[in-house]
């Protein structure tokens, strides 16, 4: 190629460069430009400043927990030069000592809390006298959102707390936490949080908790449950696990205090698994029920030839299905128990949820459990029989109770009876579940007559009945099983009584039991039967059951 030509070519690719470079830079400018317009027509979305978080209610709209203003103090300790002197200044006012506040400072290098609730009538003379000494560099009094629990310690594990920084941490408070405080929304000046709508019932609650309280006067046990349930529905009314605490004061509380023993406490239930044993034997039907047990007091059999000797409180003679849950005999329901199929038996304890975790919107809920078969030994199934070498909770029992108030079918406990928005629209709410029927309507009518026996004379739950008044009641007292001593000798006992009322048309299960009482008497009958005895007449009192005139 020519001088001439290379020039020409060079030129030419020049002129292409530079037109290719022009080209970038305007688009480059162009988005710039446009890129500037955007950003001067964008707005921030308009997001609420605060979110209020929603309220917990009973069954009847009272107020379980509130948001509510409170102040704090806190103060600057690297900018104090005489802390005793500022300690003597502030302390009338926030119901402490000087040494505490004190102590307390000297803490923290910056900034410390130095209360997290003054009283309100405190507030407005502390904020005067910081500014009247014009501390106010040092000292600040700060508002802040909390909650205040009106009912103090009645259903305390079961509403639950929140933190400092009101966010739910137990119970209620916890699992509704995404409802009862969202996010801050779009478009709002402030969010409002649901209001969680509970089945309890506080008027009932009452009645349980002072039942409790008398419990634990009279026999000093270690821990009680108590709780009643809904026939109709799965509802829980009232549930109460002792000892409790109050909710205001939640920080003061200890780890046993918090714990919902009602659903995470595991026990052998004793006595009063029988009623399930029973109805499970009489729908297998595979014992012999035609003829009547022998009680002397004892009832052997032979295994591998190793006599296994079962023990009963007492000689009870002739016994029938119903006279065993009357006088609560060992021996018979152990007898009908070994003559069932292992597997089906098993299956049966499988469909009334005793091998499960009931699904409740609260934290801690245990599974109850029995042992495959595959593990049992020769003792196994007569024991477990009559409630023990198995695991459970009060909320499983009960659940399995509703399958003898309806016939043979399971209802599903509840305690969130509905979520309602702040127009008072409702987000969500809970519907009746209902298992396929675990035994027939014959087995569940036959198992509530022996109930019934039970509380008439010379049954054990002779101090649940009231006149006028269908109850059906078992009681339980089970020996508790030492796992330092591997005895159950020196274990304890826990002492309790299931009933269901009334029996022509159940509206309430009502289950109490004291675990290792220590004064007045071991037994489910003198423990947990007056109990609910109590209750029911708590519950004629307030119209919500009916004495039938002879």
Known sequence: MDSTKKNRFFSITLKIITALFIIIIARLFFLMIVSSDKSKEYDDPNVASAVVRGNILDTNDKILAIEVPYYSCSLRVDKISNLEEIAQLISPYLDMEESEIVEIANRYQLQALIKDRIDDDKVEPLQNKIKELNLQNIGKVEKKEGRDYPYTFHAAQSIGFVGSDNEGLEGIEYTMNDYLSPSPQLNEEITYGDDVKLTLD?????????????INRDFDPESIVGIVLDAKTGDILAMTSYPWYDLNSFKESSADEKQNKVISMLYEPGSVFKIFSLALLLDLDQADFETPFICDGTFSFNEDGKEITIKCTHEHGTVTPQLMLKYSCNGAISSWALQSDSDDYYEKLNQLGFNSKIDLPLNGVARSRIADPSTWSVRSKPTISFGQEMSTTAINLVSAATALANDGIILKPHIVKS???????????????????????????EVLEGMELATQEGGTATKTAIEGLRVGSKTGTAQLYNSETKSYEDGGVLASTLSIVPLEDPKYIIYFAAKAPTKGSIWGSNIAGPAVHGILEGLVSQNKLTIKKQ
């Open 202 to 214: 506080m008027d009932i609650q009452y009645l349980v908790d002072l039942e409790v309280q008398n």
């Open 419 to 445: 979520i309602v928005d702040s127009d008072s629209n409702v987000v969500k709410e809970r519907e009746i579940e209902r298992s396929d029927p675990i035994f027939d309507v014959a087995t569940a009518d």
